[in-house]
Nanobody
């Protein structure tokens, strides 16, 4: 089993930046890919970004491409999401998860979900 814990959320003004983290523990050798998802108020959970844990590819939703950057530090077993040029519509609880099918954006192909970290972007 892999355990994931998100941190770093908070309140930021529109146009600002924030970096959130996802710390992995447990059977981290089982990680092939990881992803970030978000769920805004009254909305369904949606894909944000994903990466190959050993490198090789990253993937972004169109709504965040060019503004968000996903990365990871394997030595620290931690994944990051750098969010720039934040917009009020980025307000959501952000979740990280382990990818079971590399390259997939479908929620059903992710497991070991964290508890989420709240990001609020004020206008």
């Amino acid at each position: 089993q892999v355990q994931l814990v998100e941190s770093g959320g908070g309140l930021v003004q529109a146009g600002g930046s924030l970096r959130i983290s996802c710390a992995a523990s447990g059977r981290t050798f089982n990680i092939d890919s990881m992803g970030w998802f978000r769920q805004g108020p009254g909305k369904e959970r949606e894909f944000v970004a994903a990466l190959a844990w050993n490198g090789g590819w990253t993937d972004y939703a169109g709504s965040v491409k060019g503004r968000f950057t996903i990365s990871r530090d394997k030595d620290k077993n931690t994944m990051y999401l750098q969010m720039n040029s934040l917009r009020p519509e980025d307000t959501a609880v952000y979740y990280c998860a382990r990818g079971v099918v590399p390259g997939s954006r479908r929620l059903s192909t992710y497991d070991s979900w964290g508890q989420g970290t709240q990001v609020i972007v004020s206008s």
